[in-house]
């Protein structure tokens, strides 16, 4: 199947889910709609299915699991240094596999940044 064909199917299947939604659900449709309904859905799960999906990479290091949370919380190195009570230049020493953590600090990350445990006894 095409993504062409593909996205003919997902429209097959939204006028469907349409009909039912303004019939007031699933029972407003026909048997024979709720059949078709049924095909298309495992045609474009399928074809979902068959897409391969790009490998997410997980941090190798304690210094790029730091970099990811800060990241997803959106926050500047100066920012992270403040949340962990260090300076930055400590901080930046971290990130550039300069300094070592010390326990006081694995707690923090763990409990600001919720990065696991296992995690930071591994990588420190």
Partial sequence: MSSTEYKRIM????????KATDGGGFSALS???????????LLAEAWEDSIPLMPIQQPQSLSEMIEL??????????????????SPSRLSEI????????????????EKLDIDAQFILEKA
Avoid: C, P, V, W
């Avoid at 429209?11 to 349409?18: A, D, P, R």
């Fill in 95 to 110: 990130l550039r596999g300069k300094r070592k953590i010390n326990l006081d600090l694995a707690k923090r990350l763990h």
């Fill in 69 to 86: 949370k800060m990241y997803l919380l959106k926050l500047k190195q100066k920012d992270l240094a403040q949340l962990l009570d260090i």
């Fill in 11 to 18: 429209t097959l299947i939204e006028q469907f889910l349409n």
């Fill in 31 to 41: 048997e024979a709609d709720t059949a078709e309904l049924k095909r298309l859905s």
